[in-house]
């Protein structure tokens, strides 16, 4: 099971940009989708973001769409959540996951239990 290290969270404000980092060890890393979530206090975990193995894939929710974006780089087994024009309804606990079930896939989804390893989590506080 891959491990991961989520980094780069932080308090900014408004209209402001953020980039978050999530840092996954195990040899796999290279052969799986990964995704970006958030849970914000009292609210349910939801789907922001998913990138195939290769990167030439990703799927956003239609929340952060043409605001955040999502790359890798399997060189370093790292996935990045680049996040701009920071609105304060972002406000949340994001995290990283891995979808370990299936290698070199197309598929991307954005159901939570369809990933199987999850890191720690980052806050992510934006002010008003």
């Known amino acids: 099971q891959v491990q991961l290290v989520e980094s780069g969270g932080g308090l900014v404000q408004a209209g402001g940009s953020l980039r978050l980092s999530c840092a996954a060890s195990?040899?796999?890393?290279?052969?799986?989708?990964m995704g970006w979530f958030r849970q914000a206090p009292g609210k349910e975990r939801e789907f922001v973001a998913a990138?195939?193995?290769?990167?030439?894939?990703?799927y956003y929710a239609d929340s952060v769409k043409g605001r955040f974006t999502i790359s890798r780089d399997n060189a370093k087994n790292t996935v990045y959540l680049q996040m701009n024009s920071l609105k304060p309804e972002d406000t949340a606990v994001y995290y990283c996951?891995?979808?370990?079930?299936?290698?070199?896939?197309?598929?991307?989804?954005?159901?939570?239990?369809?990933?199987?390893?999850w890191g720690q989590g980052t806050q992510v506080t934006v002010s008003s």
């Open positions: 990138i195939s193995w290769s990167g030439g894939s990703t």
């Open positions: 195990g040899r796999t890393f290279s052969r799986n989708a």
């Open positions: 996951a891995a979808e370990e079930t299936s290698y070199y896939s197309a598929y991307l989804s954005n159901l939570k239990y369809e990933y199987n390893s």
